[in-house]
């Protein structure tokens, strides 16, 4: 059972040294953290990884937590600093949503989508096939947008950028999404939408 | 018509102006394109919001504590330890050796003839015997022992860094 305490008490009791306050915080978060490390990894192992990396780094950085900002937007910055290490550790070129060559390449991989298959597949089954085949940085805004339920400006303080570029970036992020679910669901995408 | 898409996400996000957004409400109103694009982009929106998050595995929680656990009780003692002790132990005997050297000095008598120290008349060592009795003898070995453990954690330690690199 998750505790009803806020954010900020959970911080203040961890800060004080109970080591309980903090499994609560991690419980809460846990799920929208790993699923945000999922769009930059591509694999559970590795993503559990970087997951459980943010959660030990903000442990050891709790204290300078300064409660301007939202508990969960101050680790939502962590995730995408961490996974953008994590990414140049393996040498995974994301350095641009922009970069055609990546973009093709990406495209490529998903080209093994079975249409004949889409009939018994559900609508979540294939809205997450489409964010997995988008580069990180499309998908994490995306995330954060409608899943983190984080505002533009938000979303601009976890990654470090101006609210007016995270709105272009959503803007094509979104328009992507929708090209990579056409583009699987063929005939059956206009049913769908 | 990305122009058109674009007004029409600002105006589901919320993120126009109020002018902006009545523009946008009446050419909703009135023109059958802007309509069936709202409605078409009002679908995707509450689709993406519909994405479900990914599950993490079971003891995901569990190992982030353990490594947490883990990391605090490999703290050196050195850290663990308030410092002010270590300054105030530090100062005891500091001050102890300081007011020893200046009573021996003080009554030190030095002759230009004949060099010897000769300690004065009155001069008469304590006798300690009386001090030594057996919880002070516990007490010593009791530190001695915590002295020697400490010293043995700091080295094994600095062993461990230096092989690990």
């Known amino acids: ?193 | 018509m990305n122009n058109m898409e674009e007004q029409l996400w600002n105006y589901i996000d919320g993120s126009c102006t109020p002018d902006e957004q009545k523009n946008i409400g009446s050419l909703i109103a009135a023109d059958e394109a802007w309509r069936a694009k709202y409605d078409e982009l009002l679908n995707l929106s509450k689709e993406f919001s519909a994405i479900e998050l990914d599950e993490p595995p079971m003891a995901f929680t569990y190992n982030v504590m353990e490594v947490i656990r883990a990391e605090q009780a490999s703290v050196p003692l050195k850290s663990v330890i308030n410092k002010r002790i270590i300054w105030s132990i530090a100062v005891f005997f500091v001050f102890t050796i300081a007011a020893l050297l200046v009573y021996i000095i003080a009554n030190t008598k030095l002759s230009a003839a004949n060099i010897s120290i000769q300690t004065p008349d009155n001069f008469k060592i304590p006798n300690i015997k009386s001090y030594i009795t057996k919880p002070v003898i516990e007490v010593f070995f009791f530190f001695d022992v915590i002295l020697a453990l400490y010293l043995t954690d700091a080295y094994l330690r600095k062993k461990r860094s230096l092989k690990h690199g």
């Open chain 1, 1 to 193: 059972m998750q505790s009803k305490l806020s954010d900020i008490e959970l911080i203040a009791q961890t800060l004080a040294g109970n080591q309980a306050a903090y499994a609560d915080l991690v419980k809460r978060h846990q799920r929208f953290v790993f699923t945000l490390a999922m769009r930059f990894a591509k694999g559970r192992e590795d993503a559990e990884e970087i997951a459980q990396d943010c959660f030990i780094k903000a442990y050891r950085s709790l204290a300078a937590f300064e409660g301007q900002s939202k508990f969960s937007t101050w680790l939502y910055s962590i995730v995408y600093t961490t996974a953008m290490t994590f990414l140049r550790k393996k040498r995974v070129d994301t350095d641009s949503i922009d970069d055609e060559n990546t973009y093709i390449q990406v495209e490529s991989q998903s080209s093994a989508f079975d249409v004949n298959s889409a009939e018994n597949k559900s609508r979540s089954f294939y809205l997450n096939q489409a964010i997995g085949q988008l580069l990180p940085d499309d998908a994490t805004i995306i995330t954060l947008f409608y899943q983190g339920e984080q505002s533009l400006e938000e979303i601009g303080r976890a990654l470090g950028m101006e609210t007016n570029t995270v709105k272009v970036k959503l803007f094509r992020a979104r328009q992507r999404l929708k090209e990579k679910l056409e583009r699987n669901l063929k005939h059956e995408a206009k049913e769908l939408i």
